[in-house]
């Protein structure tokens, strides 16, 4: 079969050239553009017919993200794409996966059927798996979950001289112990009362002074910063080193980014969103499955 055709929507033209490269596929264009009134129009620039593609978007601002990507999926089947992937670095809809008050929409499914609707396969990296152990549960397509681990692990190995990390929360516990093995720093989790969408609480249980220690606060995503806030606050209380914030995906929803910046943090994310923080690619990850997922 001829190689599989990796195509870009939004801002993942950067990741999604890398991924092409190293996965042994090419790269192909969606030209897209907007319209006076707000509608997207899409283009094919290649010739999809009897072809394996994969479309690549980070769904971060997910609501003016998934008509257009959704719309694409559906004309490549149109025009006789063969088999249809979605590489999506960062997954959207993953939070509401509980009704917890009658009457609410349990998001995560009904995005889950959208999904498995429209595409033959999915790839992304640690999804906010908590209620759900694994995607395979709302998802009817194979759909697998890279971890970023050995990459976070790998960059405090090469630049950080004598790490200590912290987990803000119990949620966060699976992917910090994992990083702090790889690391080989030691690593403490705290206990997190989520109060609202912007109004967490944290407790410095567990936390001793740090001495030379610098504390590496990590989580999966930082959405609107308020845990990491609450957290760099902690971690300043017990060290007199500039704390780092590391987390998978970085949203930084209404400038959080700036306001963890102020709180005198240093950011480092992956970037399966795209941001100036971006200091882990993941390209090499996701090349190999998107390969094995593109071939079956
Ligand atoms: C929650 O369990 C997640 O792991 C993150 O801690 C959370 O999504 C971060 O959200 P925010 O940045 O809005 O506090």
Redesign the pocket.
Known sequence: MSETIYIPLGDSAELTESLSRQSGGVQGTLETRTFPDGETYLRFADDVAGRSIALVSSLSDPNAKIPPLLFAAQTARELGAQKIGLIAPYLCYM?QDARFKPGESVTSRHFADLISQSFDWLITVDP?L?RYKSLSEIYAIPARAIHAAPLLGDWIKRHISQPYLIG??E??RQWVSQVARIAGAPCTVLG?Q?LG??D?RIAPDGMKPLGAATPIII??????????LEAVRIAAAFSERKPIVMAVHG?F?RD?DLVLEREGARLVTTNTILQRYSQIDIAGLLAPEAAELSAL
């Open positions: 939070r906010h908590h803000p929360d949620e966060s997190k989520r969408d912007t967490v989580d999966d995503v930082i959405s609107s910063g308020r845990t990491m949203i929803a959080a």
